[in-house]
């Protein structure tokens, strides 16, 4: 095991040298997968998004049949500057059992346990598959796992199940809130502040959808769903960024607000979308026409993430209980890839090494202690998947 965790170390190395930060290309990263899984003789096989230059990766070892296992990670990581880094984020650091690095929790230590695998997977022999495989762009909506999904059952045979290693401390979750990722565009007419009915200001008009939002989130927060294990236990709102105008003179002519919105399973976030939707149209546009005809108001949907809810039957929850002898299981607030696992038939859980607590921030770190969880556990999948009768 000792050989298996420094070859592992010596990958994850590799993985945060890549600087694949979100929305930017992760080629570079995808070629050193690529070659690396060559080099054990395994065909990697490759999805992209619409400008060719971020790309989804899957690789199936072990026989060509339905009920494979899916382990599955994200490439990109966010920013790591004008954050208080006491190192260089991009040179993975090993001090007092910690691994410092942007990405080394989230979540490029699952990658990499799952690539330093790849030897044992393929001298096993395992009767389904093990299916590696890493999307792109997770951090700003999940961009790439809904095309790495489809990609999966097109090219079959379906898997049974699919492990997505974000950080949960080797908890198995289960469950966790859905996400919308919203832009909205209001627009107006400027002119000279002295007599304000010759223009449209859309940034008051931005307020007063704002403030539909809010009486939206106020209402969730008083009628919480006391059944839910989530916290907190209702639907949340959050106005991120607002801008608009040009100066304290003139009338705004546009206004943009980015907001989310993250709804618990109970709840339906597109109705909620179709009421904001409906107080535009029925009240708020038509007030804004009547001093400015050419008036707008136009929202965009720029990320849709799936909820996660796989109830104690699921396969991914038993395959999980049976290789670990978890008996419980949780919900998280954070959103991850595995809905999309879930929304084209693949059982899914979220599962891996490292604390979400330590995602994100400066000095980002793993536990070596999680990373030998991690292999141990993915050992035991292989161990499992041998002993099964073929069919």
């Known amino acids: 095991m000792q050989q ?8 994850l190395a590799q993985l945060v040298a890549f ?46 049949v339905e009920g494979g296992i899916v382990l599955n990670g994200h490439t990109d990581v966010v920013p790591a500057r004008g954050q208080p880094w006491t190192h260089d984020p991009f040179d993975l650091l090993e001090k007092d059992g910690k691994l ?70 080797m908890n198995l979750v289960n469950g966790h ?12 007419l400027s002119a000279h502040a ?28 008083i009628n919480p769903d006391l059944q839910t294990p989530f916290e907190p ?36 976030g597109r109705a909620i979308l179709a009421e904001l939707q409906y107080f535009c149209d029925d009240e708020l546009l038509p007030l804004m026409r009547q001093s400015y005809p050419e008036a707008e108001i136009r929202t965009i949907i720029e990320a ?18 049976r290789i670990t002898g978890i008996n419980n299981s949780e919900v998280v607030s954070f959103g991850t890839d595995a809905g999309h696992f879930e929304r084209v038939g693949i059982s899914t859980v979220v599962f891996g090494p490292g604390s979400i607590n330590q995602a994100h921030k400066p000095d980002e770190y793993i536990e070596v202690s999680e990373i030998s969880r991690c292999l141990s556990f993915l050992s035991d999948i292989s161990d499992h998947l041998e002993s099964l009768d073929s069919d």
């Not at 010759?198 to 939206?216: C, S, V, W």
């Open 233 to 268: 236990p209702y639907t949340t709102f959050n106005i991120g960024t607002i801008n608009g105008g040009v100066a304290r003179n003139i009338t705004a002519n546009s206004c943009s607000i980015d907001w989310e919105l993250r709804p618990i399973p109970s709840d339906d």
């Open 194 to 221: 002295s007599d304000p009915r010759k223009g449209m200001n859309a940034i008051e008009f931005a307020a007063r959808y704002i403030g539909k939002i809010i009486e939206i989130a106020d209402r969730c927060s």
């Open 100 to 169: 410092y690095g942007r990405g080394a929790v989230d979540m490029k230590g699952f990658l990499a346990c799952a690539l330093a695998m790849v030897p044992h997977f393929k001298a096993t022999d395992l009767k389904r598959p093990i299916l590696f495989s890493c999307c792109y762009d997770e951090e700003i909506g999940g961009f790439g796992a809904p095309i790495l999904a489809r990609d999966i059952i097109a090219r079959g045979p379906k898997p049974s199940v699919a492990i997505v290693g974000e950080p949960t401390l």
């Open 19 to 64: 600087e694949s930060l979100s929305g930017q290309s992760n080629l570079d990263m995808i070629d050193y997968i690529t070659s690396y899984l060559a080099s054990h003789g395994v065909e990697a096989k490759l999805s992209y998004d619409e400008t060719g230059n971020r790309a989804n990766l899957f690789a199936s070892i072990g026989p060509d």
């Open 177 to 188: 809130k859905a996400g919308y990722e919203m832009h909205t565009d209001l627009i107006g």
């Open 4 to 11: 298996l965790l420094e070859k592992t170390k010596e990958i």
């Open 304 to 321: 849709d993430v799936p909820p996660l809810w796989a109830d104690e039957s699921s396969a991914a929850v038993q395959f999980v209980r």
